[in-house]
């Protein structure tokens, strides 16, 4: 004869109270986990995305050498340099030919190296030499030259330097700029114009009290030199701090503090 049930064992849970209770506490710590797990993927995501590019506008003020600049940190290359302060150099990426440092809207050229002309580099530091490469042409380059000059793009010459010149298989390309000045840049051009980098060119100059400039720029570029010229000048020009303010820095500006001191 069957045993006798009672109420109480028909409505008896499927699983221990403890158990269950250890279920939920495991099933809300891997909510919690898969949670956390998306928000740091996306964080992850979007700093990989960025690969060290910020679209932070933020101006930052550096004080390179007696100079003084101010820069948006979206147009600085080197993350650790994005800080107000003294520095020993500042490195600058801009599209060309806008001169804007890094966007979403305009990612594809900070990223595609097959597009070497859309960027162009530049690196600010304490000038170590009285002349920029402009003022070394007549004293120092033009001995090296072989002299053979040859027809350049847009009004600029070629000038091939001497087997001994030390300089491998560069050249230089010279020219007169709209204010009558020597203009000269150093180039290594590919052989293959499908070849060409961001940094086949580079070219020197000083601008404000004791700044030296260096720029490169993919050898694509060159039939705009003049344009370029004038636009970096412009770019960084308006750049430069004098008495607590830069010529791109409007009157009403607050909370900025002057480094020129420090």
């Not at 506008?57 to 147009?75: E, K, S, W």
């Not at 162009?120 to 009285?130: A, D, G, P, W, Y």
Request: hydrophobic share 35%; proline share 5%.
């Amino acid at each position: 004869m069957a045993a006798a049930t009672t109420g109480n064992e028909d409505h008896a849970p499927l699983l221990p109270t403890r158990l269950l209770t250890r279920l939920t506490i495991g099933v809300a710590v891997l909510a919690t986990l898969t949670v956390a797990i998306s928000v740091t993927g996306r964080i992850l995501g979007e700093r990989i995305a960025l690969a060290g590019h910020t679209e932070n506008t933020t101006p930052i003020d550096a004080i390179i050498g007696q100079d003084h600049v101010r820069l948006p940190a979206n147009a600085i290359r080197v993350e650790e340099q994005r800080h107000t302060g003294r520095a020993e150099r500042v490195d600058l990426y801009l599209t060309w030919p806008g001169m804007n440092g890094y966007s979403h809207a305009e990612r594809a050229r900070f990223n595609d190296a097959t597009r070497p002309e859309g960027l162009i580099f530049l690196n600010l530091s304490q000038s170590t030499m009285s002349r920029d490469m402009s003022g070394r042409l007549g004293p120092i380059y033009s001995h090296l030259f072989d002299d053979r000059p040859e027809p350049g793009p847009a009004g600029l010459t070629l000038q091939r330097l001497k087997e001994n010149s030390g300089y491998g298989e560069e050249v230089f390309f010279t020219g007169i700029l709209p204010d009558g000045s020597d203009y000269a840049v150093r180039c290594m051009i590919p052989a293959d114009a499908q070849q060409s980098t961001s940094a086949d060119c580079q070219r020197d100059i000083h601008i404000g009290r004791d700044l030296s400039v260096l720029y490169r720029f993919s050898s694509r570029l060159l039939p705009q030199w003049q344009d370029m010229e004038a636009r970096i000048r412009t770019y960084l020009g308006g750049s430069l701090v004098k008495n607590g303010r830069s010529a791109s820095t409007s009157d009403n500006r607050e909370n900025f503090v002057d480094l020129s001191n420090q």
